[in-house]
């Protein structure tokens, strides 16, 4: 089986309206993430998932060059981030893809689907 990155993608406009609601309003989504989670595990699909914090809280460490280079914020200027993730098991991209929808609608935002890298053969 082949393991994919879905990645919940947010944006400003994501967070400011995510600011602006009570836990009361988020509860029917983390339920919602959740059962999808017990899914994921309960078909052998899940691998490792992750919500992250705000793009804010962000450091780029660079030691392409003679130094180590941190500064706070994210490496590239960009309308929309990585908010979220799961990493799952599929057979192919067409099952990968079912599961971001049903992860789609669960956490109520975008997901991109990205195949990991085969291991080289030994």
Sequence with gaps: MSQYLLAVNG????????????????????????????RLRAEGA????????????TTTVDHTGGEVIITDGPFAESKEWLGGFWVIEAPDLD??????????????GRVEVRPFQDEPEA
């Design 11 to 38: 944006s400003a406009a994501d967070e400011a309206a995510q600011s602006q609601m009570t836990m009361e309003e988020m509860q029917p989504l983390f339920e919602a993430v959740e059962r999808f989670n017990e």
């Design 46 to 57: 899940w691998v490792f998932a992750g919500g992250l914090q705000p793009i804010g809280s």
């Design 95 to 108: 099952a990968a893809l079912r599961w971001a929808a049903e992860g789609s609608k669960a956490c109520a």
